[in-house]
């Protein structure tokens, strides 16, 4: 019997889960680790669907798609990524996206 992926067990808890923000996260950051940034992009945006305060998805999204050189939808996540931050009082992470906005300049 093959052993199940850490990727593929996520997908079967989120089957039982389907609104649980961090199972979403954890489900894209595999596609981040696996280096498929289409993938990984496709996921935040079902987190964003779930739960779009989940503030560490944006910066992720917006790296993600920055790396495929899609550039205004990254600017769009990051945007979108500071006023969430900015709403939840998380200056950290309002910074770390504004440095990736800047960069992307």
Do not use: W
Request: negative net charge; proline residues 2%.
């Amino acid at each position: 019997m093959a052993l199940k992926t850490r990727r593929h067990q996520i997908e079967e808890m989120l089957v039982d889960n389907p609104d649980d923000a961090f199972l979403h996260y954890c489900l894209a950051m595999e596609f981040v680790s696996a280096k498929d940034d289409e993938g990984a992009v496709r996921a935040f945006q079902k987190l964003f669907a779930v739960d779009s305060a989940y503030i560490p998805a944006y910066l992720q999204a917006g790296q993600a798609l920055s790396r495929l050189e899609r550039v205004d939808e990254a600017r769009r996540i990051f945007l979108r990524g500071i006023d969430a931050a900015r709403q939840k009082g998380d200056v950290h992470a309002l910074g770390e996206m504004q440095g990736f906005l800047d960069g992307l300049d």
